[in-house]
Structures are given as C-alpha cells and as structure tokens.
C-alpha cells in the first residue's frame, strides 16, 4: 500500500488495489513520503470518503490536535455504541470540533437551543458527547460548555448508519420540544428533566413521530381507548392539543390511536 499523498502525522491518502484511501494511525505518516510503502499494522482506519477532497482541505486547514481529537472521539463512539458510524463524521465531527474549539478559546459559546431534548431522546449519544468534553479538557485544558456535548450527540447520531440526517434529526428534535412545552403550557406545570416520566413521555413522542412518518402508528384496543378517554379527560384534552399543532404546524397527523397512549402519558406526568 503506496502513500500518495501526506495529510498530516496521522493520515494519509493511499493507493489500495488501485483505489484512493484514506489510512489513519498513531504517526503513520512518522518520516514518511510520498511513494513510500507504510506499514499495515499502524493502519487503525481505512476508508474510502465521499467528498475525500475536502476531507484533505480540511485537515491541511486545521491544527493536527483537533483530528487527534475527533478521531479519539470517534473511535470511543464506535466502541461505546457497538457500531460502525458513517464514514462523513471524519469530516462532521472533526469540522465542527476544531470550530468550536477555536470559539471558545476566543471566549465565545454558543447555547444549543435543543439541549433538554437532546440530551434525553439521545441520551448514549450525549453521555458520549460529556466524556469528549471532559477528553478535550484533558488534552487541551480548554473547558467547553455542556451545550458542546449535545452539538456532538447530534453529529453522533446522525453519523449512525439508522440515525436519518442532520436535518431530519433537527426537525424533529425541535418538534418535541414544541410539543412538550404545549404540554407544559396546557397543565401549567414545571418538569423536571430528570423525572423518569419526562424521559418515558420524550421517548414516546419520538418514536410516535417516526411511526407515523413511516406509516405504522400504534394500535390500541377501542373500548381501551375509550376507557382512556373518559377516565383522564383533562390529559386527553391536552393530547389533542399538541395534535392539533402538529397538524396545523408540522403537516403530521396523529392518529386518534396514538393519542390514546400520548394521554397515559401525559396523565402520568400530570400526577407526578
């Protein structure tokens, strides 16, 4: 395998069965050059990138540190997840990263208008997202804000090969939180983030969008959902509400089905 190109210590562009590919390893690219023939053993990554040439800009852009960091952070993911994340997030991740490592540095942070939801709906991905921060700070002594670990569960998320795309995730991400604040608004209520209620309640609304997105809502027993009806009617009434803003919001129906199990839930947090 014939180094093509150098990028930094860490990577390279090979040339692998007549094919261009990205090798990343500890140093090895260490007293190397070009046409030099690197050795398979400090190969930990090997890849072929869409968009591999401003993969290249991008790495000839920033302090070498930064891809250490993002790389470490990447491989911590991959191991802690149990997957093998999209090959984009060498350039997400590492984009964003050395982006707002900068930022703060100059003292500038940025709030993550998601964090609550984020935080709970990916709530591995965010635990992965606070052991990079306290990563950062190990290798960096610079302090990132807790906002930075909901920014990196989303690129997290996203990279997973299930995880749909940024965009997606955003709108969606958003759409919860505007249901739950009618929620909130609704039943006058303060909720704690923590209060396993809340989390089941996050949970629910989540997967109830992407069941209605791919055509399979729940199902629920008619003289249950009657019962239900009847017996909380002011979660009900809420449940509706929140329906109502996402049809005439969002465009997304909820079928009377699914409001049934989003009262029991609601009920649920109404009595914490």
């Not at 007293?31 to 968009?51: A, R």
């Not at 709970?120 to 700070?137: Q, S, V």
């Not at 690129?155 to 991400?173: E, F, I, V, W």
């Not at 509706?240 to 009920?267: C, D, F, M, R, W």
């Amino acid at each position: 395998m014939k180094i093509k190109k150098i990028l930094n210590n860490n990577a390279v562009v090979v040339s692998d069965n007549n094919e261009e590919k990205i090798a990343i390893g500890g140093g090895i690219a260490f007293q190397k050059k070009k046409n030099d023939i690197i050795n398979p053993g400090k190969i930990e990554k090997l890849f072929v990138m869409k968009g591999n040439e401003k993969f290249q800009q991008l790495l000839l852009q920033i302090p070498e540190e930064h891809f250490t960091l993002s790389e470490e952070i990447i491989t911590y993911a991959e191991d802690s997840l149990g997957c093998k994340l999209n090959d984009h997030i060498h350039i997400a991740l590492t984009d964003h990263l050395s982006f707002a490592i900068e930022r703060v540095r100059d003292g500038i942070n940025l709030k993550n208008k998601l964090f609550h939801e984020i935080k709970i709906l990916y709530k591995k991905e965010f635990e992965i997202g606070m052991w990079a921060l306290r990563h950062i700070e190990k290798k960096t002594t610079i302090k990132m804000p807790a906002d930075e670990a909901a920014f990196i569960a989303l690129h997290l998320h996203t990279a997973n090969l299930n995880g749909g795309d940024m965009k997606q995730t955003l709108r969606q991400t958003a759409i919860i939180g505007d249901m739950v604040q009618i929620i909130k608004d609704d039943l006058n209520i303060e909720i704690d983030e923590d209060d396993l209620s809340y989390q089941r309640l996050m949970t629910h609304l989540r997967f109830a969008i992407s069941r209605i997105s791919n055509g399979e809502p729940n199902t629920i027993d008619d003289e249950m959902l009657k019962m239900i009806t009847n017996k909380f009617p002011t979660a009900y009434n809420c449940a509706k509400k929140v329906a109502k803003e996402l049809s005439q919001n969002h465009a997304i129906q909820l079928p009377e089905h699914e409001l049934g199990y989003l009262t029991l839930h609601i009920e649920r947090l109404r009595k914490r």
